[in-house]
T-cell receptor, first 112, second 110 residues
Framework: DQQVKQNSPSLSVQEGRISILNCDYT??????FLWYKKYPAEGPTFLIS?????DKNEDGRFTVFLNKSAKHLSLHIVPSQPGDSAVYFC???????????FGTGTRLQVTL | DGGITQSPKYLFRKEGQNVTLSCEQN?????MYWYRQDPGQGLRLIYY???????QKGDIAEGYSVSREKKESFPLTVTSAQKNPTAFYLC?????????FGPGTRLTVL
């Protein structure tokens, strides 16, 4: 049972435009959410996170929105740059062990 | 500089052989994790350790074993009991709520 879902396997956006990556979850116990960026054959790098007590967190060009009632979060990248082209993973956790449950990822391609 | 190292980057083994993947961190983090990634899938948790000399099974622990004798080190052994060991293996350590990953080891079993 996939508790964290990223239903769009790929997304293509023009440079300078907004990229919106979506993530849905089913487990209402999740209380912390993270986004990671991953290049091929490398480890994921942490991008941004949000606690369930907030509905928005912003860091430079990256903003994460959380809608708890819909069990949905999204990552906005504005403006998109070619270097943003990568696979983006959504992850969720709860409790002190902070085990992460990952989605299957969305491949973002930023075109010139 | 601080970080997580995994060695080797690429590893080839014959079917039926056990193999141990290295993970070292100098971030002074208590918690460490092992994940595997398969094509088109997210990362799946194999084992994790919250403190030295203690570890717990993750979602797909069968065919794997770990040890945590030192805070800095969390090696993963892929045993011959693992039915499909070819994958990209990632080690991570945690501070607060965020996990930081090493560069990964691609294991290919021939």
């Amino acid at each position: 049972d996939q508790q964290v879902k990223q239903n769009s396997p790929s997304l293509s956006v023009q440079e300078g435009r907004i990229s919106i990556l979506n993530c849905d979850y089913t487990n209402s116990m999740f209380d912390y959410f993270l986004w990671y960026k991953k290049y091929p054959a490398e480890g994921p790098t942490f991008l941004i996170s949000i606690s369930s007590i907030k509905d928005k967190n912003e860091d430079g060009r990256f903003t994460v929105f959380l809608n708890k009632s819909a069990k949905h979060l999204s990552l906005h990248i504005v403006p998109s740059q070619p270097g943003d082209s990568a696979v983006y993973f959504c992850a969720a956790s709860f409790g002190t062990a902070s085990k992460l449950t990952f989605g299957t990822g969305t491949r973002l391609q930023v075109t010139l | 500089d601080g970080g997580i190292t995994q060695s080797p980057k690429y590893l080839f083994r014959k079917e039926g052989q056990n193999v141990t993947l290295s993970c070292e961190q100098n971030l002074n983090h208590d918690a460490m994790y092992w994940y595997r990634q398969d094509p088109g899938q997210g990362l799946r948790l194999i084992y994790y350790s919250q403190i030295v000399n203690d570890f717990q099974k993750g979602d797909i622990a069968e065919g794997y074993s770990v040890s945590r004798e030192k805070k800095e080190s969390f090696p993963l052994t892929v045993t011959s009991a693992q039915k499909n060991p070819t994958a990209f293996y990632l080690c991570a350590s945690r501070t607060n709520n965020e996990q930081f990953f090493g560069p990964g080891t691609r294991l290919t079993v021939l």
